[in-house]
T-cell receptor, first 111, second 114 residues
Framework: KQEVTQIPAALSVPEGENLVLNCSFTDSAIYNLQWFRQDPGKGLTSLLLIQSSQREQTSGRLNASLDKSSGRSTLYIAASQPGDSATYLC??????????FGTGTRLQVFP | DAGVIQSPRHEVTEMGQEVTLRCKPISGHDYLFWYRQTMMRGLELLIYFNNNVPIDDSGMPEDRFSAKMPNASFSTLKIQPSEPRDSAVYFCASNQGYSNQPQHFGDGTRLSIL
C-alpha cells in the first residue's frame, strides 16, 4: 500500500529565505507526482506535475525534483514571500489510477 | 474558465438527514473525482468517474454514501442518513485525460453534522 509522508509538518520562516519541502513515498512504481498548494478555506491548486520519466519541473520560483528510485521528491521555493504562506501537499499516482496524498506541510512566511 | 464549481459551500444539518453535495466540473474535462478531507485522515479519494461512468468507488466509506454523474456537467454526492463522523470538507476535482494532467479542485463543501 502506497504511503506518502511529508516533512516537516509545519514551517515558519522570515521572508526571503529559500525553502525545501520534502515528500517521500513507499512504492517507487509511480506514474507521476504532483505538488499542490492549499489556502485556508480553499481547494487545492496544482503547482507542478512531474512524470515518472522526469527528474524535475520548474515554474517561476518553484522547482520540484523527483528521485523515483529512492521514493523522494523535494519542492524548492526560492526567495520566499508572505504570499507563499499556505499548506503544500504532494500526491503520487501509481498503477491504481488514484492520487495518494501526503498530509501536507503548513508554511508560514512572515515579513 | 469558471473552474470547478461546488455547492453549497457550507452545510449544517442534523444527524439522520439526507445531504446532497453538488459539483460542476470544468467544461471538456472527462474525469471527475470526489474527495473528503479531515484533520485525522487527510485527503481521501472517495470515487471517480470517467465519461460519466463510475470507475472506482472503493473509497466510499459506507453504503450511506452514493454518487452519480447523470451528464458531463453535473455530479452529486449523497449521504443518507448522515452521521456526525461524516463531518468534513468534501472536494470535487476534474481533469482532461488522467495520467499526465493536473487535477483542478473546487473550493469544497464544509459539512457539519450535528
Amino acid at each position: 500500500k502506497q504511503e506518502v509522508t511529508q516533512i516537516p509538518a509545519a514551517l515558519s520562516v522570515p521572508e526571503g529565505e529559500n525553502l525545501v519541502l520534502n515528500c517521500s513515498f513507499t512504492d517507487s512504481a509511480i506514474y507521476n507526482l504532483q505538488w499542490f498548494r492549499q489556502d485556508p478555506g480553499k481547494g487545492l491548486t496544482s503547482l507542478l506535475l512531474i512524470q515518472s520519466s522526469q527528474r524535475e519541473q520548474t515554474s517561476g520560483r518553484l522547482n520540484a525534483s523527483l528521485d523515483k528510485s529512492s521514493g523522494r521528491s523535494t519542492l524548492y521555493i526560492a526567495a520566499s514571500q508572505p504570499g507563499d504562506s499556505a499548506t503544500y501537499l504532494c500526491a503520487v499516482r501509481g498503477n491504481t489510477d488514484k492520487l495518494i496524498f501526503g498530509t501536507g506541510t503548513r508554511l508560514q512566511v512572515f515579513p | 474558465d469558471a473552474g470547478v464549481i461546488q455547492s453549497p459551500r457550507h452545510e449544517v444539518t442534523e444527524m439522520g438527514q439526507e445531504v446532497t453535495l453538488r459539483c460542476k466540473p470544468i467544461s471538456g474535462h472527462d474525469y471527475l473525482f470526489w474527495y473528503r478531507q479531515t484533520m485525522m485522515r487527510g485527503l481521501e479519494l472517495l470515487i471517480y468517474f470517467n465519461n460519466n461512468v463510475p470507475i472506482d468507488d472503493s473509497g466510499m466509506p459506507e453504503d450511506r454514501f452514493s454518487a452519480k454523474m447523470p451528464n458531463a456537467s453535473f455530479s452529486t454526492l449523497k449521504i443518507q442518513p448522515s452521521e456526525p463522523r461524516d463531518s468534513a470538507v468534501y472536494f470535487c476535482a476534474s481533469n482532461q485525460g488522467y495520467s499526465n494532467q493536473p487535477q483542478h479542485f473546487g473550493d469544497g463543501t464544509r459539512l457539519s453534522i450535528l
